[in-house]
């Protein structure tokens, strides 16, 4: 079924893959790799984008989510809560060929919500007397001590979703949401890899869980990872 | 032979989960709690992937790559259960609706400050969602071996290791005791039979407190 493209976001993967580009800062979506778009990943690796600065939950798994990316040593930045599934990551950054800025996961959340709701920072107290404190502004609110966090925006996002309509209302499913509603929202160009494309009118408003105002680009990549279960 | 000391830590643990408890689970031993959970109680298990009600595992051809839990294990999801975004996940944890969280430590200080979380110059896996569950969840109970694996223990005085969060504990479940981190210090609840309070003493790097009798537990 040919579906009207009244926005012109849907868009082919080598034309989204024009966006993605040497030195940018980019945020993959998705938890150890659910919610992540492979198709998108295996096309940045195939175009060998260097330098980029990476935001996302966690490295991934083995073979899988930003891992990827990271082995092919595309990366000099890092942005994340958690390296642990993987060893590739840890091992660059223990030979100095990485950067890595670890921030608690709430906090890293937030810090994307921030910058995708255009807000200057936020105030938490997960991490205060921690290693996490150093460098920061300490600010008190009603007798609590806070660390101001501050927010996180990127070139491009890219982001897996079950489905989009045209206009790039998404839904998700089950888990393969993490911080895609939130990554959608904080990039200058958010690229969503939807398994099914609709037209508009095909989801039901009370079902939007991003809408389409956030989104950028719909592409159907159709790639699936090799879970490290199967 | 009699159970596994694992699963013996991990039964223990349950124990402390009371109806309609909303409680995370850590990777390894913790995530054994759930099959202790006694039938007639319901327990919201969330995962902090974003999923409030997680279930037992599929069976094995019937999982779904889209639902997972924190280590990326597929589950399934119990009547009642929603899922969420990761700022929405941590919204719950942040506003203290979780009611306990079980994780593993490295080390507790006697003032229940945890550190699990790295080891510098050595395991630097990062935090993940530790320094949120440990600092906002209202019962922080850490399973974990009394002592590392060169015997140095692993209840201190102060934590050598960067925190995960000061003052957090609860209660810590070693293979060898159930001690409760209280304002007047450390209190030694209940030994497992298959040690002594002594052994308990030796090994543990800061003043406990004893109210005798100290429970000892036994499971077939």
């Not at chain 1, 393969?176 to 959608?184: D, F, I, K, S, V």
């Not at chain 2, 974003?50 to 997972?68: C, F, M, R, Y």
């Not at chain 2, 309070?197 to 003043?207: G, Q, S």
């Amino acid at each position: 079924m040919q579906i009207e493209n009244q926005f012109g976001k849907i868009k082919t993967v080598s034309e989204a893959m024009e966006y993605v580009k040497d030195g940018m800062t980019l945020m993959i979506a998705g938890f150890g790799g659910v919610g992540s778009s492979c198709t998108l990943i295996n096309e940045i690796i195939k175009k060998n984008v260097k330098d980029l600065t990476v935001i996302s939950i966690d490295a991934g798994d083995p073979d899988v989510g930003p891992d990827h990316i990271i082995q092919n040593l595309q990366v000099k930045k890092l942005i994340t809560s958690h390296i642990g599934a993987t060893p590739t990551t840890g091992k660059l950054m223990n030979e100095g060929k990485l950067e890595v800025e670890f921030s608690p996961q709430g906090t890293l959340s937030e810090r994307i919500r921030a910058g995708g709701v255009g807000l200057g920072g936020i105030l938490t107290d997960v991490g205060v007397n921690t290693l996490v404190e150093e460098g920061k502004q300490k600010i008190e609110v009603g007798g609590t001590t806070y660390l101001l966090e501050t927010p996180l925006r990127a070139d491009v996002a890219i982001l897996y979703a079950k489905k989009a309509d045209a206009f790039g209302n998404l839904v998700y499913d089950k888990t393969a949401r993490g911080l895609n509603p939130l990554m959608a929202m904080a990039a200058e160009v958010s690229i969503v890899d939807a398994e099914e494309i609709v037209p508009i009118g095909a989801i039901d408003p009370e079902d939007v869980i991003t809408p389409g105002a956030f989104v950028d680009i719909i592409v159907h990549g159709g790639g699936k990872f090799k879970w490290g279960w199967q | 032979m009699g159970m596994a000391v694992k699963e013996k830590m991990a039964k223990r643990a349950a124990e402390e989960i009371n109806n309609g408890d909303i409680v995370n689970l850590g990777f390894g031993i913790p995530q054994k709690a759930i099959q202790y959970i006694p039938e007639g109680k319901t327990v919201f298990f969330h995962a902090e992937n974003g999923v409030l009600g997680a279930g037992q595992s599929p069976e094995k051809g019937k999982e779904d790559e889209n639902l997972v839990d924190a280590g990326c294990v597929p589950i399934t999801a119990v009547p009642g259960a929603s899922y969420f975004d990761s700022a929405n996940s941590f919204a719950i944890v942040r506003s203290g609706k979780l009611d306990i969280t079980i994780m593993g430590g490295l080390e507790v200080s006697e003032k229940g400050d945890l550190a699990n979380w790295i080891v510098p110059g050595a395991i630097v896996p990062g935090m993940g969602g530790a320094m949120d569950l440990a600092k906002k969840t209202k019962k922080v109970i850490i399973i974990m071996t009394h002592t590392d694996k060169k015997g140095n223990p692993k209840i201190k005085k102060e934590c050598s290791l960067p925190l995960t969060a000061p003052n957090c504990v609860s209660l810590i479940i070693t293979d060898l005791a159930v001690i409760s981190v209280e304002k007047k210090g450390l209190v030694l609840k209940e030994i497992f039979d298959t040690t002594t309070v002594e052994e308990v003493k030796e090994k543990t790097a800061a003043d406990l407190i004893i109210e005798e009798p100290v429970k000892v537990i036994s499971y077939e």
